[in-house]
């Protein structure tokens, strides 16, 4: 089993920001995204960013687009999301996730909880002044 730990989120307010981190166990797969979901009390969750593994081509949702960046450290299994203008509806649990058989060109319409096999545990991210 796939294992992944997310880490760095925090309390933050209004405007600040943050740094997720999303480390991954050992694994081989071919065309894997590996990316990042968000959910908040009573919500569903939503995707945020992800970033495919053979090319690093990304997707941003509407919502974050502009404000994050999700990268992969191409030496370690890891890969990161910069948070910056954070507003008060960022807060949420931030999951990251890795999908298989994702091509780039699909990643926007892939960005479904459905569509991602291994999860981590979730990093609890709250921006409040």
């Known amino acids: 089993q796939l294992q992944l730990v997310e880490s760095g989120g925090g309390l933050v307010q209004p405007g600040g920001s943050l740094r997720l981190s999303c480390v991954t166990s050992r694994f081989t797969l071919d065309y894997y995204t590996i990316g990042w979901f968000r959910q908040a009390p009573g919500k569903e969750r939503e995707g945020v960013s992800c970033?495919?593994?053979?090319?690093?081509?990304?997707y941003y949702a509407d919502s974050v687009k502009g404000r994050f960046t999700i990268s992969r450290d191409h030496a370690e299994t890891t890969v990161y999301l910069q948070m910056n203008s954070l507003k008060p509806e960022d807060t949420a649990v931030y999951y990251c996730?890795?999908?298989?058989?994702?091509?780039?060109?699909?990643?926007?319409?892939?960005?479904?909880?459905?569509?991602?096999?291994?999860w981590g545990q979730g990093t609890q991210v709250t921006v409040s002044s």
């Open positions: 996730a890795v999908a298989h058989g994702i091509l780039p060109r699909d990643l926007p319409t892939s960005m479904k909880v459905y569509a991602y096999d291994y």
């Open positions: 970033i495919s593994s053979h090319d690093d081509a990304t």
